[in-house]
């Protein structure tokens, strides 16, 4: 998808994708070594009653489903910034998240007429169709014209 292809109106819906409890043991003995997100046993008495997987990993698997469907290697150029992620809810191991993206501003760059800056806003919703995790984004696409 180009930047002209953007538009306010759409909404992309990608996913599902199911959360295996070892990825989430995985990531976190890795990258966030809090004990909820580490050791099942001792989750188990924590205040969520399970393992959950940290924050940081639903917004990396946010980017996995993002990139390649609404955002595309030959078109992106780079992220721009992220604005206020929030985990709303605990993901717990065996949930169905899907990605709900809504591009909310599209405009064209003032100073580089090869691209355009799209804002988009994201919730990450489970399969009961709670939302887990809200972002917005901004990126920065390629025009398909590549207007010079």
């Keep these: 998808m180009y930047f002209e292809d953007y538009e306010c109106a759409r909404v992309y819906t990608i996913g599902p994708r199911e959360m295996d409890e070892a990825e989430i043991l995985r990531f976190g003995r890795e990258f966030d070594r809090q004990y909820i997100h580490t050791d099942s046993e001792r989750a188990e008495g924590g205040p969520f009653g399970s393992v959950i997987a940290s924050g940081w990993h639903t917004t990396a698997i946010m980017m996995q489903m993002l990139v390649g469907t609404v955002l595309q290697e030959e078109t992106a150029i780079a992220g721009a910034g992220v604005e206020g992620i ?13 990605l709900i993206v809504k591009p909310v501003q599209v405009r064209a760059s003032r100073t580089k007429p ?7 806003e994201m919730e990450m919703v489970n399969q009961n169709e709670v939302v887990v995790m809200t972002v917005g984004l901004l990126g920065y696409v390629r025009r398909r014209d590549e207007q010079k």
């Design 86 to 98: 929030k985990w709303t809810l605990p993901v717990l191991p065996g949930d169905k998240l899907k």
């Design 114 to 120: 090869d691209r355009g800056l799209v804002r988009f």
